[in-house]
Every structure is written in structure tokens, then in C-alpha cells.
């Protein structure tokens, strides 16, 4: 490929560049502090202000444009579903043991393998997403504020996360470039550390 769609690629690699790494930065304490509202603002709100969520579900996206069709869509697909079996499990009350470090261990082993162009077989990379996103979607079913109305509130969790998937994909369109492909590895690699931060908040 020429030098050109990398030259040209490169300054529409920094604000996503710039993003990421302000979410990173971001303390993990912030991850579940509760909704700002409740019904659907405070669904929508719960995974976008929570540090933890938001790298683990921009993995998804990167994975999944990483790998290409089908995965770019079916790992969008799979994870707010999914999540959204937890979410209710989380809503009912049922616990499921080790929550917070399920959602950790999602950033680090989803970043890593973004960050080592991991391809394995879609049902593996599918069944790995569905997993993982039960922790998440009973993270933010458990904390449903008291009184709020609780098919709004998932319907807004679902949504976020179904727009943080996008930008993941959108981000990771740009491994069609070598310096792009560059760029989504090094964000995998991030993420995978980020998890490894939220590891260590979590003992």
C-alpha cells in the first residue's frame, strides 16, 4: 500500500488516540459511583462514566473490525444481548461472584487480543464476549436505582454500550492501514493494561 492513505490517515488517528487515552487515565474509583438519573438517563450514563466499561466494550468493536465479517457485527451483537440476560439477573437480585473482577479480567484478556491480533475461531471469540459481558450487564442491573423504572434504565445501558461497540469499530476500520493497524494494537495493549490497573483497585 502507498505511502498516501497512511499519510492521510494519520491525523484522523489522533483524536481517537487522544480520547482513549483521557478514559484511561480516568480513575477507577469512577467505575461505579451510580446513575445520574433514573429510568433511561441513568442506564445510558451507567457504563459511560465507568472506566472499566467503556475500555472492555471499545475492545469489542476493535476485535470485532479487527477480525472482519462476520465478527465485526456479531460481537457487537452478541455482548448487549448477553448483557442484557445479566442486567436482569443483576435486577432480580441473584449474585454472581466476582463481579468487579470479572469486568477487569474482560479489559485485560479483550485488550490483549486486539493488542496481539488474536484470531480465533468465531464461536470461541463470540463465546469469549458473551462471558465476559454477563459480569457487565449484572454490574449495571445491581446498581438500578430504587424506584426507577427498569426496562427504560436497561434500554439505556444497552444503547451506550451498543454506541461505545461503534466507536470500537470505527477505531478499528482504520487496521486497514499499516500505521492504523499499528495504531488499533497499541489501543489493545492500553486497554489490557487499564484491566490490569482495575485488577489491582479491585483486591
Not at 47 to 58: I, K, S
Not at 176 to 191: C, D, K, M, Q, S
Request: glycine share 14%.
Amino acid at each position: 500500500m502507498d505511502s498516501a492513505p497512511m499519510t492521510s490517515i494519520a491525523p484522523r488517528l489522533r483524536l481517537p488516540l487522544v480520547s482513549l487515552a483521557l478514559v484511561l487515565v480516568g480513575s477507577p474509583a469512577l467505575a461505579h459511583t451510580g446513575s445520574v438519573a433514573g429510568g433511561f438517563l441513568g442506564g445510558f450514563a451507567h457504563p459511560v462514566f465507568g472506566p472499566d466499561h467503556v475500555v472492555a466494550m471499545v475492545a469489542v468493536g476493535l476485535w470485532g473490525a479487527f477480525l472482519g465479517a462476520p465478527a465485526i457485527w456479531l460481537l457487537p451483537v452478541v455482548f448487549p444481548l448477553v448483557m442484557a440476560f445479566g442486567g436482569v439477573v443483576g435486577i432480580l437480585g441473584v449474585p454472581i461472584p466476582a463481579v468487579e473482577t470479572g469486568i477487569a479480567t474482560s479489559a485485560v484478556v479483550l485488550g490483549l487480543m486486539v493488542a496481539l491480533a488474536a484470531r480465533p475461531p468465531l464461536w470461541v471469540a463470540a463465546a469469549l464476549v458473551g462471558v465476559f459481558a454477563i459480569f457487565h450487564g449484572h454490574a449495571h442491573g445491581a446498581e438500578l436505582p430504587a424506584g426507577a423504572d427498569a426496562v427504560a434504565y436497561s434500554l439505556g445501558f444497552v444503547i451506550a454500550t451498543g454506541l461505545l461497540h461503534l466507536a470500537g469499530v470505527a477505531f478499528g476500520l482504520t487496521a486497514g492501514w499499516p500505521a492504523g493497524r499499528i495504531a488499533v494494537r497499541t489501543a489493545g495493549g492500553a486497554i489490557a493494561l487499564a484491566g490490569i490497573a482495575f485488577l489491582v483497585g479491585t483486591r
